[in-house]
């Protein structure tokens, strides 16, 4: 059983709904799963035990959905290492845009910087591909979950 707070960047509300559907899974697997809809960075660097994961579309020209950009500016700000900490992210994207996905390896690359520990290779979910992204984040979250201690 994991402790797991999950976050989610969303503009029109897919990867707030996959990020809803991810946490009733993760308690379905007897996970400790919290969904935090206005995070701040003391409620992830506290304790590098806990795993993060991030939900997040692309938005504007490769940006991080505004609900989203504070928690990135403040974890780029103040950096604090979070070493070993797992971390997982979905990214959510359109790939006919020329920054595909980026939001999302944004924040790939920013945890991997504070020495957080990827789980697993990012989720890439293309608006342009994917017919089914809910049953793809359940298989990527399948495999994520079962990684955790
Ligand atoms: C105004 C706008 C700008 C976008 N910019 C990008 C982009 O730069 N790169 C990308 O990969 N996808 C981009 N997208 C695609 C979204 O990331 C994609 O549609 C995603 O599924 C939206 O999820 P959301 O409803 O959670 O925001 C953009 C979509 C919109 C509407």
């Known amino acids: 059983m994991a402790i797991i707070k999950v976050v989610f960047g969303s503009v029109n509300g897919n990867a707030q709904q996959l990020a809803e559907d991810a946490v009733e899974q993760l308690k379905a697997a007897g996970h400790q799963a919290e969904l935090l809809r206005h995070p701040e960075v003391a409620q992830l660097a506290g304790d590098c035990s806990e795993a ?16 989203l950009l504070p928690l990135y500016e403040q974890l780029n700000d103040q950096f604090p290492l979070m070493p070993e900490k797992p971390y997982g992210v979905v990214a959510l994207g359109d790939s006919s845009y020329e920054d595909f996905a980026e939001a999302g390896r944004s924040f790939d690359f920013l945890l991997k910087d504070l020495k957080a520990r990827r789980v697993i290779p990012t989720l ?5 591909e994917t017919l ?8 990527w979250l399948d495999q994520w979950q079962a990684l955790l201690d």
């Open 52 to 67: 993060l994961l991030v939900i997040t579309s692309t938005t504007g020209q490769g940006d991080i959905p505004p609900n």
């Open 124 to 128: 890439f979910i293309d608006a342009c």
């Open 132 to 139: 089914d992204p809910e049953e793809e984040v359940a298989q």
